[in-house]
């Protein structure tokens, strides 16, 4: 068959305001790329219901039945923008070569996709979409995301700026994603780990086309702890660092008490001890959370490589295709 099966895969929360426009543009966008000989014909828009108390369900299941662009799947329960997103790119596993995320309010560019498609047909397992700019969020918003993203990288955590979830993995990327079997899941700070060839299509960002914002503050603050603690050890580090510098006031304290024969004295060697008392607490502290940091790194289980490439043998074929065929 022509092309690569391309699975388009919209998590979709209460989204019932946005769904009609949305799956029209995506459902043209798909039908687009087809004639343009870019992807198969079994290519779908493959619609995720996280949950939504709205009709958001029953309207995914009546364009099914509509046509065959479009797939769903719905989960059981509302379990947050990451996880439903997961549960499409697994779904899409085994099934598509190639899938596209993005989010159900188009305001991630569907004009990119030809682009994103370009980079995929030319070796590309990662293609991040990125955002050009940031007019289209308010002041706030643009601070907290740059400044968010600026902590993660000073952190240590690989991370592509100005990109949320709009992406293309392939088939096999869509599998060594799969082995990380982590629940506090940070899709964004963990798809770099992945490695493979990649590369960044830049789009404008436009403002939701219908509806309210689904992420509350509280799903916001979730997600963006979530990126901290299950990416880096440097809280843990931080405390650590904190008690070495106690300790070494300390150590200043107690020196100047030796040296000086003034009244001072003895306030500062009670200081000396009250600092290197905290220091040797909080410096204890780290080290416990060190352990504990790791002990808990290590629990994820995660992959410690992905091949990329076999000379001389035969690659494993991991993908259950078989479920492509059961798919409708
Ligand atoms: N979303 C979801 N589950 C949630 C919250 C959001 O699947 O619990 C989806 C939502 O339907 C949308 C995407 O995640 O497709 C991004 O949400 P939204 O556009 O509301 O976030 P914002 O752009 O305001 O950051
Ligand atoms: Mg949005």
Redesign the pocket.
Same mark, same amino acid.
């Given at each position: 068959m022509a092309g690569k099966t391309l699975y388009i895969v919209?998590?979709?929360?209460?989204?019932e305001e946005a769904l009609p426009r949305t799956s029209e543009v995506m459902a043209n966008k798909l039908r687009e790329l087809v004639r343009g000989g870019k992807v198969s014909e079994d290519s779908r828009v493959l619609l995720?219901d996280?949950g939504s108390r709205d009709s958001t369900w029953t309207m995914i299941k009546s364009m099914c039945e509509r046509s065959p662009v479009f797939s769903g799947i719905a989960l059981s329960r509302?379990r947050?923008?990451q996880a439903?997103l997961l549960a499409g790119l697994m779904t899409a596993r085994g099934r598509a070569d190639v899938t596209i995320s993005l989010?159900?309010?188009l305001?991630d560019d569907v004009g990119a996709m030809d682009a994103m498609m370009d980079a995929f047909l030319d070796g590309c397992d990662i293609v991040y979409g990125a955002r050009s700019s940031r007019d289209s969020d308010n002041f706030l918003k643009r601070a907290t995301a740059t400044g968010y993203y600026r902590l993660l990288r000073a952190l240590g955590c690989d991370i592509v700026f100005n990109h949320a979830d709009y992406r293309l993995m392939s088939a096999r990327a869509l599998d060594a994603l799969s082995q990380y079997g982590e629940s506090d899941l940070f899709l964004r700070g963990i798809v770099p780990m992945i490695g493979f060839k990649t590369a960044t299509v830049e789009y404008e960002r436009a403002e939701?086309a219908e509806g309210e914002? /689904?992420?509350t503050l509280r /799903?916001m603050l979730k997600l963006a702890s979530d990126g901290v603690l299950s990416l880096s050890l440097a809280p843990a580090r931080l405390i650590l660092g904190a008690g070495l510098v106690m300790l070494l006031f300390a150590l200043g304290l107690l020196a100047a008490a030796l040296a000086g024969r003034d009244d001072a004295r003895q306030w500062r060697l009670i200081a000396a001890s009250v600092w290197g008392a905290g220091g040797i607490v909080t410096l204890a502290l780290g080290v416990v959370g060190e352990y504990a940091g790791r002990a808990y790194l290590e629990s994820k289980r995660r992959p410690r490589y992905n091949i990329s490439d076999f000379a001389g043998l035969s690659a494993p074929d991991l993908r259950a295709r078989s479920g492509a065929d059961d798919a409708r």
């Amino acid at each position: 068959m022509a092309g690569k099966t391309l699975y388009i895969v919209v998590p979709c929360y209460n989204e019932e305001e946005a769904l009609p426009r949305t799956s029209e543009v995506m459902a043209n966008k798909l039908r687009e790329l087809v004639r343009g000989g870019k992807v198969s014909e079994d290519s779908r828009v493959l619609l995720v219901d996280d949950g939504s108390r709205d009709s958001t369900w029953t309207m995914i299941k009546s364009m099914c039945e509509r046509s065959p662009v479009f797939s769903g799947i719905a989960l059981s329960r509302n379990r947050g923008h990451q996880a439903a997103l997961l549960a499409g790119l697994m779904t899409a596993r085994g099934r598509a070569d190639v899938t596209i995320s993005l989010d159900a309010d188009l305001q991630d560019d569907v004009g990119a996709m030809d682009a994103m498609m370009d980079a995929f047909l030319d070796g590309c397992d990662i293609v991040y979409g990125a955002r050009s700019s940031r007019d289209s969020d308010n002041f706030l918003k643009r601070a907290t995301a740059t400044g968010y993203y600026r902590l993660l990288r000073a952190l240590g955590c690989d991370i592509v700026f100005n990109h949320a979830d709009y992406r293309l993995m392939s088939a096999r990327a869509l599998d060594a994603l799969s082995q990380y079997g982590e629940s506090d899941l940070f899709l964004r700070g963990i798809v770099p780990m992945i490695g493979f060839k990649t590369a960044t299509v830049e789009y404008e960002r436009a403002e939701r086309a219908e509806g309210e914002s /689904k992420y509350t503050l509280r /799903k916001m603050l979730k997600l963006a702890s979530d990126g901290v603690l299950s990416l880096s050890l440097a809280p843990a580090r931080l405390i650590l660092g904190a008690g070495l510098v106690m300790l070494l006031f300390a150590l200043g304290l107690l020196a100047a008490a030796l040296a000086g024969r003034d009244d001072a004295r003895q306030w500062r060697l009670i200081a000396a001890s009250v600092w290197g008392a905290g220091g040797i607490v909080t410096l204890a502290l780290g080290v416990v959370g060190e352990y504990a940091g790791r002990a808990y790194l290590e629990s994820k289980r995660r992959p410690r490589y992905n091949i990329s490439d076999f000379a001389g043998l035969s690659a494993p074929d991991l993908r259950a295709r078989s479920g492509a065929d059961d798919a409708r």
